[in-house]
């Protein structure tokens, strides 16, 4: 069982920089692939970033490329999204997931736990 806990949300001006925080209980985070979603109002949920395991792997939705980076530290059992050049439309909750593997997943079902999500604001 893992349990993730996200952090870091606030309001930031657009150009602005933020970053959000997701620990997890449990010894085996180390052998957990990690991802990051967001849901805007009135929209469905989707794929923002991804890690592997190792943190060897990463991967991005096309409108985040170049502007937000996902890491992790396997010590501190934390994912960590690191967000610049924000914009009104990253306005959304951002949710940590997990699932045991080494392989990079983008898809919500391929995720076994999740977090109660952060919030963020963009402001115009």
């Known amino acids: 069982q893992v349990q993730l806990v996200e952090s870091g949300g606030g309001l930031v001006q657009a150009g602005g920089s933020l970053r959000v925080s997701c620990a997890a209980s449990?010894?085996?985070?180390?052998?957990?692939?990690m991802g990051w979603f967001r849901q805007a109002p009135g929209k469905k949920r989707e794929f923002v970033a991804a890690?592997?395991?190792?943190?060897?792997?990463?991967y991005y939705t096309d409108s985040v490329k170049g502007r937000f980076t996902i890491s992790k530290d396997n010590a501190k059992n934390t994912v960590y999204l690191q967000m610049n050049s924000l914009t009104p439309e990253d306005t959304a909750v951002y949710y940590c997931?997990?699932?045991?593997?080494?392989?990079?997943?983008?898809?919500?079902?391929?995720?076994?736990?999740w977090g109660q999500g952060t919030q963020v604001t963009v402001s115009s």
């Open positions: 997931a997990a699932r045991s593997g080494s392989l990079v997943h983008t898809q919500e079902y391929q995720y076994t736990y």
């Open positions: 449990g010894r085996t985070f180390r052998t957990y692939t």
């Open positions: 890690i592997s395991w190792s943190g060897g792997s990463a």
